[in-house]
Every structure is written in C-alpha cells, then in structure tokens.
C-alpha cells in the first residue's frame, strides 16, 4: 500500500516562502511522475507542478517563476519550495504519485493546508 505524507502548510503572508514535503512509503522510483495539486474553495482540483523521472519538471502558469518541485530519492520525499507567495495560492495542496503502465495507478495524500493572508 501506498503512503504519501505531506508537511509544511501553514499560514504565510503574501511575498512569503514555504516548503511543503511530501514523504512516501518506500521508493519514488516506483512512480513515474510524482507532483503537486491544489484545490481551493469552490474551485476544481488543479495541477501546481509535476516532475517526471525523465524530463523536465512541468508548472502551471501562475506558479512558472516562484515554485519549484524536486525530488530526493534518498528521502523517498517530493519538495515544493513556493517563494512570493500570493493570497491566490491559498488552497489545500495534494501530493500526487503516478505508476507506470497503460493505466497507471494514481496516489494522494490527505492534503496540506497553505494560506496567504496578511
């Protein structure tokens, strides 16, 4: 069974930094693609930041410049660093894993709150 834990929410103010973590049961190399969703009140679930094994980490648009995911294979952990943190950032962040295969298996965490208020 598949664990992943995430840490580091809290409450920030705008311009701020914070480093979410998301630590899973056992190796990363079982996934393919691991990444960051956030969801914020009334609004879907959307993709933050993915980083594949092979290629180049993926952003939305409104994080491209001020968030970067990376991956420690040594910790079994995912990182999202999030510096000039904006009040529209404020979401419950998921962490997400993907397996391989024509249908790959998909893990969440249960969530980290991050809020940017000042």
């Known amino acids: 069974q598949v664990q992943l834990v995430e840490s580091g929410g809290g409450l920030v103010q705008p311009g701020g930094s914070l480093r979410l973590s998301c630590a899973a049961s056992g190796s990363i190399f079982r996934f393919n693609a691991m990444g960051w969703y956030r969801q914020a009140p009334g609004k879907q679930r959307e993709l933050v930041a993915v980083?594949?094994?092979?290629?180049?980490?993926n952003y939305a648009d409104s994080v491209k410049g001020r968030f970067t995911i990376s991956r420690d294979s040594a910790k079994n952990t995912v990182y999202l660093q999030m510096n000039s943190l904006k009040f529209e950032d404020t979401a419950i962040y998921y962490c997400?894993?993907?397996?391989?295969?024509?249908?790959?298996?998909?893990?969440w965490g249960q969530g980290t709150q991050v809020t940017v208020s000042s």
């Open positions: 980083a594949a094994r092979a290629g180049s980490p």
């Open positions: 997400n894993a993907k397996g391989y295969g024509a249908k790959p298996p998909d893990y």
